[in-house]
């Protein structure tokens, strides 16, 4: 079962390894990780996807962790959540047009071109990156680099799913 | 004020005087030596161990004699990869320990310098919490978080690590706060609904077993637990750490549950309809199969670290907080509800205990021709001090024995290594447990085989002044794994055997400034324990030659159920 965790710490040395040291001794899979600072100085936020039967002794354990400010599963129904990916993807001049117009309707933007490929940026919801791969697979994808998910709580009570991409 | 330090050494040295520390146990060497050096003027007394892990076994033993923070010291590299064990036990131990070792140059870090280990990256699994000093500037605060951290909530190790190049950087010294941890704050006070919900629980249980664990020493609750079993009229199992938390005299208690508990306090858990733990953490060594643990009761679990409420065995109460501050909490609830005297009497549970403690007692025979039985010695030495004596452990048959025999009148009076079971605990923690306090008699019970784990460190005992009895049970080897092989591997014996001659004892003893001392006969043993307490200007080993056959019971075999306690072999 995947589950979404957002993990506030003090932005110290060592916090990130204290933390994915929690999952890998206990033998659970980090999914995706993504770190990085947040409105607070001095605070930042790791946003963890990972692979475990059940969340509340992992979340208890990493409120343990002396840096650990506050962890809180973030519920797939009421979550936003995004990831950035970069793709290469093959195509020459005839079929260059096809991939840009995909692109485009995805709000993928082009970063790189070369005379046999095409390099997109694309962000939003796992489901949206998902959809995206799927129609540019059959050009062939050359590489493929992804960042971790990043996810807050939802303010607004409109379901995730209408504003764009749905959940997982 | 005193006069503003100079160095991160100077500054290191105020802050561990701040924090009232009267004691280091350490070696030294390159990245530490700069502290070294203030330490001559310091108050401090520095007590120079022979192996970095007795000095950190002697902290974990002044910690555990004290309640007070203990402080081991060390070098770099070697220095701090001997201290993981002490800090891995106490962790397991929950003991309250500050551990600070020196690191290369900053510059030199992550280069494989001589004497470099990533220390906070060892220690990152075995402590608390650790620290990487890169500015001196931060030391005062950063050696009062430690400090803070170690003794608060659930104690624990936690380690500073502090560059050499840091050690010699010019600073200052301040009086030091708490502002840098805005994520630790350990609950105290239990949710007043949850100690109604257990009052009321407790109150209607027929059968209840107050399971009582190391924390309630922690948090020196004994006082509290005594009035309380009484209040609700609960009897009390100790847990292994536990031991002394509650008077083994007292009409309510039942003794250590477990592998190897009493039959009454193992069998009170399996049938009581109300368990309550306090500061316990439902071990594999106390649950046995957990499945089949206490498998009628409702639990109430009450602990300071959030974290084990749950972990093991799902609780129906939970309360997170400081078991005194708890205890009080339900006792002042109890009270509220009714007269101390109307407790229910529940005449049919106590009528089943008793039958339990004449059906089920512990035993053993001590042939007076035959070889001596280490619980008749333990039951000697007892009565002969009138169990006025802190005794610690190592790790074996003969630790069982003594949480077995020795009855336990008060908290901080045995010290062992529970969790971790780590051979060899027993000599150095006695003398950090003597060091803490010189006028009380500290006995190590120790078995050979662990014995030969840290004996060493007798030398520091005799060099430092300071003399603790040391007791080596020699059945000629490591009688518990051999007992396991014996039992459970054909009688097949690979590796257990260490012979009974060699080392010769007394003369080893002898040899290390201490006196040493052998009894081989049963009626030589009282006389030879006197011998022992008469000493008091040198340490003392007394060789207690044992019966090498004597198996350790009742016993649960591992990962069997607590209803199927072997009271011999023949129950296996
Ligand atoms: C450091 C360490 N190594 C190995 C063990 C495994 N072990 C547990 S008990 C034991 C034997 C202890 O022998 P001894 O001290 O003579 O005690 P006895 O059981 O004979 O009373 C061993 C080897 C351990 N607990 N700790
Ligand atoms: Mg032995």
């Given at each position: 079962m995947q589950h979404t965790l957002s993990v506030t710490v003090e932005d110290k040395p060592g916090v990130l390894a204290r933390v994915s040291a929690m999952f890998s001794n206990r033998g659970f899979n980090i999914h995706s990780l993504a770190v990085g600072p947040t409105n607070v100085e001095g605070r930042s936020r790791i946003t963890l996807v990972v692979d475990a039967p059940e969340l509340e002794q992992l979340k208890k354990q990493l409120h343990k962790l002396v840096n650990v400010i506050k962890v809180q599963e973030l519920e797939p129904s009421e979550t936003l959540e995004a990831e950035v990916m970069l793709v290469r993807v093959s195509c020459d001049p005839a079929s260059r047009g096809e991939v840009g117009d995909t692109a485009g309707l995805f709000a993928a933007r082009m970063i790189d071109l070369s005379p046999k490929s095409m390099t997109l940026e694309i962000s939003g919801t796992p489901d949206h990156l998902a959809s995206f791969l799927d129609h540019v697979r059959p050009y062939g994808i050359i590489e493929l680099v992804k960042s971790g998910r990043v996810a807050m709580k939802k303010k607004s009570d409109v379901s995730t799913s209408l504003i764009g991409g749905g959940t997982r | 004020m005193k006069k503003q330090p100079f160095t991160g050494s100077n500054s290191l040295l105020s802050s561990l005087e701040h924090e009232g520390v009267e004691m280091i146990f350490g070696i030294p060497g390159g990245a530490i030596l700069p502290a070294y050096d203030p330490l001559l003027d310091s108050p401090i007394r520095h007590i120079l161990a022979r192996h970095e892990q007795g000095a950190g076994h002697m902290a974990e033993g002044y910690a555990m004699a004290t309640g007070r923070v203990g402080v081991a010291m060390t070098t770099s590299g070697p220095g701090a990869t001997n201290l993981i064990t002490p800090l891995q036990n106490a962790k397991m131990d929950s003991t309250p320990l500050v551990a600070i070792t020196g690191q290369v140059g900053t510059a030199a870090i992550g280069s494989d310098a001589f004497q470099e280990a990533y220390t906070t990256g060892l220690a990152?699994?075995?402590?608390?919490?650790?620290?990487?000093?890169?500015?001196?500037?931060?030391?005062?605060?950063?050696?009062?978080?430690?400090?803070?951290?170690?003794?608060?909530?659930?104690?624990?190790?936690?380690?500073?690590?502090?560059?050499?190049?840091?050690?010699?950087?010019?600073?200052?010294?301040?009086?030091?706060?708490?502002?840098?941890?805005?994520?630790?704050?350990?609950?105290?006070?239990?949710?007043?609904?949850?100690?109604?919900?257990?009052?009321?629980?407790?109150?209607?249980?027929?059968?209840?077993?107050?399971?009582?664990?190391?924390?309630?020493?922690?948090?020196?609750?004994?006082?509290?637990?005594?009035?309380?079993?009484?209040?609700?009229?609960?009897?009390?199992?100790?847990?292994?750490?536990?031991?002394?938390?509650?008077?083994?005299?007292?009409?309510?208690?039942?003794?250590?549950?477990?592998?190897?508990?009493?039959?009454?306090?193992?069998?009170?858990?399996?049938?009581?309809?109300?368990?309550?733990?306090?500061?316990?953490?439902?071990?594999?060594?106390?649950?046995?199969?957990?499945?089949?643990?206490?498998?009628?009761?409702?639990?109430?679990?009450?602990?300071?670290?959030?974290?084990?409420?749950?972990?093991?065995?799902?609780?129906?109460?939970?309360?997170?907080?400081?078991?005194?501050?708890?205890?009080?909490?339900?006792?002042?609830?109890?009270?509220?509800?009714?007269?101390?005297?109307?407790?229910?009497?529940?005449?049919?549970?106590?009528?089943?205990?008793?039958?339990?403690?004449?059906?089920?007692?512990?035993?053993?025979?001590?042939?007076?021709?035959?070889?001596?039985?280490?619980?008749?010695?333990?039951?000697?030495?007892?009565?002969?001090?009138?169990?006025?004596?802190?005794?610690?452990?190592?790790?074996?048959?003969?630790?069982?024995?003594?949480?077995?025999?020795?009855?336990?009148?008060?908290?901080?009076?045995?010290?062992?290594?529970?969790?971790?079971?780590?051979?060899?605990?027993?000599?150095?923690?006695?003398?950090?447990?003597?060091?803490?306090?010189?006028?009380?008699l500290v006995y190590a019970l120790d078995g050979d085989g662990c014995f030969q784990m840290t004996f060493q460190e007798l030398i520091t005992a005799a060099t430092e002044d300071i003399p603790v009895k040391v007791a080596v049970f020699n059945n000629g080897g490591y009688g518990m794994v051999k007992q396991w092989q014996s039992l459970f591997y054909e009688g097949r014996i690979s590796a257990t055997s260490l012979g009974t001659t060699i080392p010769d004892y007394p003369n080893l003893a002898e040899a290390m400034g201490c006196v040493g001392l052998r009894v081989t006969h049963a009626d030589q043993i009282d006389v030879t324990i006197e011998k022992s307490l008469s000493v008091n200007d040198r340490p003392v080993v007394v060789e207690v030659v044992t019966d090498p056959e004597e198996m350790c019971f009742p016993m649960i075999p591992a990962g069997g159920s607590n209803d199927d306690i072997a009271m011999g072999p023949e129950d296996l």
């Open positions: - | 990152m699994h075995c402590t608390k919490h650790s620290y990487l000093v890169t500015d001196a500037d931060e030391l005062p605060n950063v050696i009062h978080e430690a400090f803070h951290l170690a003794s608060t909530g659930r104690p624990g190790p936690v380690l500073v690590d502090i560059p050499k190049d840091v050690l010699n950087q010019p600073t200052h010294w301040y009086e030091p706060s708490l502002t840098g941890l805005p994520g630790y704050k350990p609950t105290r006070e239990g949710h007043p609904k949850q100690i109604n919900a257990a009052i009321d629980l407790i109150e209607s249980s027929e059968r209840p077993v107050l399971y009582v664990g190391g924390g309630v020493i922690n948090a020196g609750a004994s006082t509290e637990l005594a009035e309380f079993a009484v209040a609700v009229n609960a009897p009390v199992v100790t847990t292994l750490m536990a031991r002394g938390a509650f008077p083994d005299d007292h009409p309510l208690a039942l003794g250590m549950s477990g592998m190897h508990g009493t039959y009454p306090a193992t069998t009170a858990i399996q049938k009581a309809d109300v368990l309550v733990s306090l500061g316990a953490r439902f071990d594999d060594r106390v649950t046995g199969k957990v499945d089949a643990f206490a498998p009628h009761a409702k639990v109430i679990h009450v602990d300071v670290d959030p974290a084990e409420i749950g972990k093991v065995r799902k609780a129906e109460v939970p309360i997170v907080g400081d078991a005194r501050l708890i205890l009080r909490a339900l006792l002042d609830r109890v009270l509220s509800l009714r007269d101390a005297a109307d407790a229910p009497t529940r005449q049919e549970w106590f009528d089943q205990l008793d039958s339990w403690r004449k059906s089920h007692p512990l035993s053993y025979d001590q042939d007076p021709d035959g070889p001596i039985k280490t619980q008749h010695f333990i039951e000697r030495l007892h009565a002969l001090t009138n169990g006025e004596a802190v005794v610690t452990a190592g790790v074996g048959q003969h630790q069982m024995w003594v949480s077995q025999f020795w009855k336990f009148s008060r908290p901080r009076s045995w010290i062992n290594s529970g969790g971790l079971g780590t051979m060899g605990f027993a000599v150095p923690a006695a003398i950090g447990a003597k060091a803490a306090r010189p006028d009380d």
